[in-house]
């Protein structure tokens, strides 16, 4: 049973940066596509970013240039830096991994708040 847990979330003023951090279970943590999610007040659930098992990386547009997304499959960690906050950044996030057709996963989230 593989287990996701997230953490890093808080508040910050705009302008400040925070990192979230997801760790995983599971023998085979290198094989899974990560992603972070994230759900607003009143909002769907959209991918910020993702990183996949062999390092290929995408983000959502409005967080290109502000976040990061990175891995370390010795540590089964997935990190998320995001600096240049805004207001409207504030949501759960969520961590997901994804192992081809025999799983999908989603940690408990961690909330982020962007106010001043």
């Known amino acids: 049973q593989v287990q996701l847990v997230e953490s890093g979330g808080g508040l910050v003023q705009p302008g400040g940066s925070l990192r979230l951090s997801c760790a995983a279970s599971g023998s085979i943590f290198s094989m899974y596509d990560m992603g972070w999610y994230r759900q607003g007040a009143g909002k769907e659930r959209e991918l910020v970013a993702a990183?996949?098992?062999?390092?290929?990386?995408n983000y959502v547009d409005s967080v290109k240039g502000r976040f990061t997304i990175s891995r370390d499959n010795a540590k089964k960690m997935v990190y998320l830096q995001m600096n240049s906050l805004k207001p409207e950044d504030t949501a759960v996030y969520y961590c997901?991994?994804?192992?081809?057709?025999?799983?999908?996963?989603w940690g408990q989230g961690t909330l982020v708040t962007v106010s001043s």
């Open positions: 990183i996949t098992s062999g390092g290929r990386i």
């Open positions: 997901n991994a994804v192992y081809g057709p025999y799983f999908e996963v």
